[in-house]
T-cell receptor
Framework: GENVEQHPSTLSVQEGDSAVIKCTYSDSASNYFPWYKQELGKRPQLIIDIRSNVGEKKDQRIAVTLNKTAKHFSLHITETQPEDSAVYFC??????????FGDGTTLTVKP | NAGVTQTPKFQVLKTGQSMTLQCAQDMNHEYMSWYRQDPGMGLRLIHYSVGAGITDQGEVPNGYNVSRSTTEDFPLRLLSAAPSQTSVYFCASMAAGANVLTFGAGSRLTVL
């Protein structure tokens, strides 16, 4: 089955700095890669996603890049703000609905 | 629309007890799934269903049963709870042909 590895497990940045979280996947059939943000005690919420036919996607301060050859994708957050502090999960999906998640990255943005 | 509704939000069980976590969605989504979330381990798929009458196992199915008699409901049953099943459980649904999972608010289960 699919295996998704996510790094780092914790990340602390100063407000205004950039944050990068990286994920690798194993199944070359995976074609959809979402990123979820989970605030403490809340449900995961989709923040950005990318399909395998696209190399990069941007939405305001967040962007995702995908390298299918190397089987890795990354989340980039620029101009970080304290409200960006949360746990971020990457996921990969090949078959309809069966998403495999990374173990999460706890991002702390220090004011 | 209520989205994905999970009940109960909190539950404490003793080892060996049985219980059912309820999940209902009102979006007419074909796909429904159950995940468990443990500290530092992300979300792991327990069981999933691609439509009424169809269920399949995920990564960690042992100790759990599911059924999908209607499109709206996807209950998760623990027949004999164990302390290793202490976790937060999330139900999620998705429309056919879509990509985005919609999660419920979660159910925190403690097994003593």
């Amino acid at each position: 089955g699919e295996n998704v590895e996510q790094h780092p497990s914790t990340l602390s940045v100063q407000e205004g700095d950039s944050a990068v979280i990286k994920c690798t996947y194993s199944d070359s059939a995976s074609n959809y890669f979402p990123w979820y943000k989970q605030e403490l005690g809340k449900r995961p919420q989709l923040i950005i996603d990318i399909r395998s036919n696209v190399g990069e996607k941007k939405d305001q301060r967040i962007a995702v890049t995908l390298n299918k050859t190397a089987k890795h994708f990354s989340l980039h957050i620029t101009e970080t703000q304290p409200e960006d502090s949360a746990v971020y999960f990457c996921a990969a999906r090949a078959n309809a609905g069966k998403s495999t998640f990374g173990d999460g990255t706890t991002l702390t943005v220090k004011p | 629309n209520a989205g994905v509704t999970q009940t109960p939000k909190f539950q404490v069980l003793k080892t060996g007890q049985s219980m059912t976590l309820q999940c209902a969605q009102d979006m007419n989504h074909e796909y429904m799934s159950w995940y468990r979330q443990d500290p530092g381990m992300g979300l792991r798929l327990i069981h999933y269903s691609v439509g009424a009458g169809i269920t399949d196992q995920g990564e960690v199915p042992n100790g759990y049963n599911v059924s999908r008699s209607t499109t709206e409901d996807f209950p998760l049953r623990l027949l004999s709870a164990a302390p290793s099943q202490t976790s937060v459980y999330f139900c999620a649904s998705m429309a056919a042909g879509a990509n985005v999972l919609t999660f419920g608010a979660g159910s925190r289960l403690t097994v003593l």
